[in-house]
Every structure is written in structure tokens, then in C-alpha cells.
């Protein structure tokens, strides 16, 4: 059975012959342990690959988001990084107040360039193939305008608050109707929703205003017979059953925020749960059976022969090398 094969059938429930792998190296790690990485990949080669993308950010940006120091954006975002090898963030947003909203000039020149081998690379790999945009309204948003700012916009919902939303909507419904046409196994988007222990928000805001963007994404990505996939930090219990009303796939969540469990009693064989290990506490553990104890309880909770997971974590801040090797072979353990 190919990567790919095995990916679709977990997204389906049509038992995989074993459980699909994927990870996610940040370049703090990639930096730090390049030979154990190395090692990772050649012992757990990943199931689930990105589709070749080099869009020529250079000429559209300033900077690099992961060294120390000031990056600026395709859309005139400027972020300040502290520490080498992860994302900094935005401290004096573009739309302070909403007389600025003029200066909000989404990228829409840059949409489709470095494209050219996306198809290729499909062809030459057996991986699943996710694509290259990834839409994150929510945080686009808390970019351009600020986070403090833009919670106050939730509750007021003044109507430049809508036509901001809107700009963003569409500039992304646009980026993913371009991938969309290419051979692309699936296509992602984002937003981090959660708090250590509750939504950022209302259960009934978030339905109001943001819900239907992702439903957007879903709808438009189905249409092209590709699968949907979600990445959201935080807990996102209380939306769980949204993300499946809408068509999400397969969701990347920090389960170990949440009571697992109760996830896998509600929710079980509905959605493809795509990781993760808690990268919190347990990927920087010095105990191997914690990290043991931790794929396990994830399995009891969530595993279904017939699919339904992808073994994924995170390789970034704090993991140790020998946790990352030692997921993937209780996951191996456990499930064959």
C-alpha cells in the first residue's frame, strides 16, 4: 500500500494496513538535530509530504520570520522575533484604528507564482500530497488589526470590522480556488481558537462570525474532490462538532488540552484525527514512559482499524529527538 493509498483510507475508515505518519519540523529543530532528524525520517519515513511551492516571497518581503529581528510580510505585517528559529509576533498592527483599513492591500499578485512544479511533484511521490495554502482568517485578522483590538471587534461588531473579514474571505477563497485546480491530494487552513482550557471566544460567536469562512474552505475544497484539513491550537472541545457538521476531514488539535476521552466518545469515527503528542510536556520529557503512555492513551481513546488517526507531532521549542523517534514506534507497536 503507497503513502498515499494509506492516507486516504484512514480519511475514509477503509482500513489502512498500518497508521499514517506525518510530522512537523520547526527550524529551531531542523538547526539543532539535523543527523537525528535524519535518522527519524529514514527509520519513520512520513506518509503525508507538501507539494513543491516556491513562491518568490523575497520580492514581497522583508526579512526572515525565523531569525531575531524585524520580518515584514506580503501584506505589510511587521513582526518582531526574540528567538531564532520560530515566528515572532505583530506589536504595532497596521490598522490601528479603522481610518487605516485603506492601507490592508491583500497579495493577490502573488497568487499562483512559484507554482510551476505542484503537479510534478504529485506525480514523482506515492506521499499524500497536502497543498500549499493554508488561510488562517482569524489570525490574519489579529495581524492587520491587532489582538486586543480585534476582540473588541468580536463583541462590538462594528461594520469595518465585517468588510476587514470580508477582505481577508476573499482573498483566501481565491487562494485556495487556484490550488484547488492542481493534483493535490488536500488542502489545509487554520486558526488557533483555544486557550489552555476554553475557547478564545464564545461558542456562539465563533458559529456567528467565523464558522461559515471554514465551511467556505470545506465546501470549496470538496467541490474539487480534495480533502480538508484544519490545524487549531488550544481547546476546541466545545467546536469539535462544528468542524465535522462543515466537512473538515481531518483536524490537528493539542488533544492533551482537552479530556481525550471525552473526545473519542463523541466524536470517534467521525473525523480523522491528524496527531498530536502533547508538545507541552510530554515531547520534552527525559521519561520515555511518559511519552509511551501518552501514544497509548491516545490510541485507547481515538484508534479504529478502519482508520480515523494519523500518527503526527511536532519536531520544534523543547522536544527531544529521542521522543520524536520513540511516538512513532509505540504508535507502530500498538496498532499492528
Not at 173 to 199: C, N, P, R, Y
Not at 311 to 330: H, S
Amino acid at each position: 500500500m503507497t503513502s498515499r493509498e494509506r492516507v486516504k483510507r484512514a480519511l475514509t475508515f477503509n482500513f489502512p494496513d498500518r497508521v499514517p505518519r506525518d510530522l512537523w519540523v520547526l527550524p529551531i529543530a531542523s538547526n539543532q538535530y539535523k543527523e537525528e532528524l535524519d535518522t527519524i525520517r529514514k527509520k519513520f519515513p512520513p506518509d503525508i509530504e507538501r507539494a513543491e511551492y516556491n513562491p518568490p516571497l523575497e520580492k514581497y518581503t522583508k526579512g526572515d520570520m525565523y531569525k531575531v529581528g524585524t520580518y515584514i510580510d506580503e501584506w505589510g505585517c511587521i513582526f518582531e522575533n526574540i528567538q531564532e528559529g520560530v515566528h515572532g509576533e505583530v506589536k504595532k498592527p497596521l490598522v490601528e484604528n479603522w481610518s487605516d483599513l485603506e492601507k490592508v492591500k491583500p497579495p493577490y499578485e502573488l497568487l499562483g507564482k512559484g507554482m510551476e512544479k505542484v503537479n510534478e511533484s504529485c506525480r514523482r511521490s506515492d506521499k499524500f500530497m497536502l497543498g500549499g495554502a493554508c488561510p488562517r482568517p482569524f489570525e490574519r485578522m489579529q495581524f492587520l488589526r491587532g489582538t486586543s483590538n480585534l476582540f473588541m471587534d468580536i463583541v462590538d461588531q462594528p461594520p469595518e470590522f465585517f468588510e476587514l473579514r470580508k477582505i481577508v474571505h476573499e482573498y483566501y477563497l481565491k487562494e485556495l480556488e487556484i490550488w484547488a485546480e492542481t493534483e493535490v491530494d488536500a488542502l489545509m487552513f487554520m486558526d488557533d481558537w483555544g486557550s489552555q482550557k476554553s475557547l478564545l471566544i464564545a461558542p456562539e460567536l465563533w458559529r456567528k462570525l467565523f464558522k461559515p469562512l471554514y465551511k467556505d474552505y470545506c465546501d470549496l475544497i470538496h467541490s474539487a474532490g480534495k480533502f480538508a484539513f484544519m490545524h487549531s491550537d488550544g481547546y476546541i472541545f466545545d467546536i469539535y462538532q462544528d468542524l465535522i457538521e462543515i466537512g473538515v476531514d481531518a483536524i490537528n488539535s493539542q488533544l492533551f488540552c482537552m479530556n481525550i476521552e471525552e473526545i473519542g466518545k463523541h466524536f470517534k469515527g467521525k473525523i480523522t484525527f491528524w496527531g498530536e503528542i502533547d508538545r507541552q510536556h510530554v515531547l520534552p520529557s527525559t521519561n520515555p514512559h511518559k511519552v509511551k503512555e501518552a501514544v497509548r492513551r491516545v490510541k485507547e481513546a481515538l484508534y479504529d482499524p478502519r482508520g480515523g488517526i494519523i500518527a503526527q507531532c511536532e519536531f520544534g521549542p523543547g522536544a527531544r529527538p529521542e521522543n520524536i523517534e520513540c511516538i512513532f514506534e509505540e504508535w507502530e507497536k500498538c496498532c499492528t
